[in-house]
């Protein structure tokens, strides 16, 4: 794990959110996506609509979080879903809590 990508990733506010919305996404997006029993996350296009920002700059803090190994994706067709990567957000809280 690269702490400093992780921190550079969480040093953006929109990027903070992201990750607070993807905890969530029931109570910010509503729907998931699922394929079979497969949890896919949230489509791009929700996050940008809900984030208010021009499609690019959604996709360029998506390439950071996911950089950063703190989002995993899944593309189905022409569609990319984000979802947290819960074990490297949980390393990185031990990290903090021994380290820092």
Avoid at 52 to 81: C, D, F, M, P
Wanted: with cysteine.
């Amino acid at each position: 794990m690269n702490h400093l990508l992780i921190f550079k990733a969480l040093s953006n506010e929109t990027r903070c959110n992201i990750l607070l919305w993807l905890k969530h996404p029931e109570k910010y997006f509503g729907q998931q996506y699922h394929v079979g029993n497969m949890k896919l996350g949230v489509c791009v296009k929700d996050i940008q609509e809900k984030a208010g920002l021009a499609q690019s700059v959604i996709s360029s803090y998506l390439h950071t979080l996911q950089k950063a190994k703190l989002l995993q994706s899944t593309r189905v067709e022409k569609w990319t879903y984000y979802r947290r990567n819960e074990e490297t957000i949980q390393q990185f809280a031990e990290y903090i809590q021994k380290e820092l």
